[in-house]
């Protein structure tokens, strides 16, 4: 196990480190000068020759990148153009909203995905099947975006019930900050929920017709106990796989719910920066999110090593 | 080329002719309904792709006198806040969303095939660099990547066929990777080498026509992944600028507009819903009939 921790961790690293040079490489793919862009169109010379040499723009590619790494490493992450302020100390304010908004996510997409997975398996080929699947295909086949303005449509210009808009930090008022939140939370989950409901359906499915299920049947279990702890059991391995695989697309969903509820998060940060060529910040964003998403994806592999015996003994790798 | 004496056929054929086999293949995809409602769905979305354009009219006329109306005889969909007609924009909407979604799709096979049939084929350093690198690229979101992408090429429709296309990459060499490393242990490639025939010949007369029906229910699944991820772009302000219509820049007009005008909000998201679901359903009937081994 120890073997494969290593293993595993040592390719994260290596991806990380092919990933910053990307990166690093990325900003100095910028048509024009560098220094030109992040000083904004109306610098005078004076001022992009003092960020050319704040930046060590002047010195070779190699030793910009050992600098580079060196600051990052540092917490060092530049400052954004638009306000000077330190770009880490802006990441800190915006990452909340956008963990608490991928948390909910997350927790609607469990509880709507996987228990409406296992019935739909459970209940194969009756009406509830056909429900849960049918949902299933629609929730792959709608744009989160769509849904959110429907959701807006519904909840806060007919019928009132929730703000359409706006954030409230947990810590001052935390109905008014969940009342905020259900809606985004919802839109961004059920995406995720159809992709977990089929994956779990299907699992439950190979599960129910396996051996070792026919076993504790005929050993007279209840069949709660052998939905719940054989079936179950076996096929959280993919409801876990699915989580990982899907981390890329949470991202992605969270861009998008947060500029449709103007939620202050990560996502919005990135699209504001993209849109006012706020180039520090998006390297930062960038490096911190691909960061985060080979995090995770290592801690999947570990997870599900650690439930699967069999991948920790091939060293097998996933997909 | 010299005359040369050709190695046996593929065991694909069996012992009938390709048309049989054809025939037979749709027999099995038309049992069912699900699979034909998806290819009427993509049917109905090429034809407004297609055709819709030429008899919608001029989707970037303004009338400011019949701005944000709602659906009439004259405006089947109603006018948006520019008193442009939302049917024809839906109709060129779909045009770009057609383009998106077959061009990177398209972009994302011309580059991939040939690296998987390469890395899989003759497999040592080139296999082990080309996976690390798959690897690496999957290690990019794709939001990222096109974020990344936008920063550098500025919005544009360009700029989300590439990033839409490099999503699709790794898949893209994954799949024929691993078609080819199954294949090339058949009997009918070792009769090929046995024969003298050139890798090239191998590759693209026996492994890569064997290894085409993963390869078409990857590309029904990449075409709707591609077209909702450039209604996202577009929606985003990253992808296509107005005032070139697009599915997703006019739910993003939409927005500001959704107490007067909620109308404008529907028709764009729908059709993308819908057209998604026909690529999702036909992709699921081609892989029960096309690649079996694989499955939901």
């Known amino acids: 196990m120890l073997w494969f921790v290593l293993r595993r961790g040592g390719a994260a690293l290596i991806v990380l480190f092919l990933a910053s040079v990307l990166i690093f490489l990325g900003i100095r793919a910028l048509p024009g000068d560098p220094a030109l862009v992040m000083a904004g169109e109306d610098a005078t010379p004076q001022a992009v020759a003092a960020i050319r040499h704040a930046y060590g723009l002047d010195k070779p590619l190699p030793t910009q990148y050992v600098d580079y790494v060196g600051q990052v490493l540092s917490g060092n992450l530049g400052r954004s153009t638009q306000d000077q302020l330190p770009v880490g100390q802006i990441l800190v304010e915006r990452l909340p909203v956008t963990l608490e908004l991928s948390a909910l996510a997350l927790l609607v997409a469990i509880m709507i995905g996987v228990l409406s997975g296992i019935v739909a398996a459970v209940r194969r080929g009756r009406l509830a099947d056909y429900v849960a699947t049918g949902f299933g295909l629609i929730g792959l086949s709608v744009p989160h975006f769509w849904l959110g303005l429907l959701g807006i449509l519904l909840f806060s210009v007919t019928l009132h019930w929730l703000p359409a808009s706006g954030f409230i930090p947990f810590t001052q008022d935390p109905a008014g900050n969940l009342q905020r939140m259900v809606l985004p939370a919802l839109v961004l989950g059920t995406g995720f929920a159809a992709v977990l409901m089929r994956q779990t359906r299907s699992a439950m499915l190979g599960a129910l017709s396996a051996d070792y299920v026919r076993t504790a049947r005929s050993k007279g279990l209840s069949e709660t106990k052998v939905v719940g702890a054989h079936a179950l059991r076996n096929s959280l391995t993919t409801v876990i796989t699915v989580l990982g695989l899907q981390l890329g697309a949470l991202i992605s969903g969270a861009v998008v719910v947060e500029q449709i509820f103007v939620l202050p998060g990560f996502g919005k940060l990135t699209i504001d920066a993209v849109l006012t060529r706020n180039y520090p910040v998006i390297q930062a964003v960038v490096l911190v999110t691909v960061t985060g998403y080979v995090l995770v994806n290592l801690l999947v592999d570990i997870a599900y090593a650690l439930l699967n015996p069999r991948v920790r003994l091939s060293g097998g790798s996933r997909g | ?296």
């Open chain 2, 1 to 296: 080329m010299a005359e040369k004496t050709h190695p046996p056929e593929p065991i694909v054929r069996w012992n009938s002719g390709r048309a049989d086999r054809r025939r037979r293949l749709w027999r099995r995809f038309r049992r069912r309904p699900m699979p034909m409602i998806g290819l009427t769905l993509v049917v109905a979305f090429l034809v407004l792709a297609v055709f819709g354009p030429l008899v919608s009219g001029d989707p970037s006329a303004q009338d400011y006198l019949a701005t944000l109306m709602p659906p009439s005889i004259d405006h089947p969909l109603g006018t948006d806040d520019l008193g442009r007609d939302a049917f024809a924009r839906v109709a060129s909407g779909a045009r770009t969303s057609l383009q998106a979604g077959v061009l990177s799709t398209l972009l994302a096979m011309a580059v991939g095939i040939p690296i998987g049939l390469a890395a899989g084929f003759y497999r040592r350093w080139l296999d082990s660099i080309v996976m690390r690198l798959v690897d690496v690229t999957l290690a990019f979101p794709f939001l990222v990547f096109a974020v990344g992408l936008a920063a550098i090429l500025g919005p544009s429709l360009r700029g989300v066929v590439l990033a839409l296309s490099f999503a699709q990459l790794p898949a893209v060499i994954r799949i024929t990777r691993g078609e080819v490393l199954a294949i090339r242990e058949m009997d009918y490639v070792s009769a090929a080498i046995a024969d003298g025939a050139t890798d090239g010949h191998i590759l693209f007369r026996y492994i890569l026509p064997n290894s085409a029906g993963p390869l078409i229910v990857q590309a029904t699944v990449a075409i709707p992944t591609a077209i909702i991820g450039e209604a996202t772009l577009s929606f985003l302000g990253l992808g296509v600028q107005p005032p070139t219509p697009s599915w997703g820049v006019m739910l993003s007009d939409a927005q500001q507009y959704l107490d007067q005008a909620p109308w404008l909000a529907i028709w764009p998201g729908l059709l993308i819903a819908l057209a998604t679901l026909g690529f999702n359903l036909l992709g699921d009937g081609l892989r029960d009939v096309l690649d079996p081994r694989s499955g939901p």
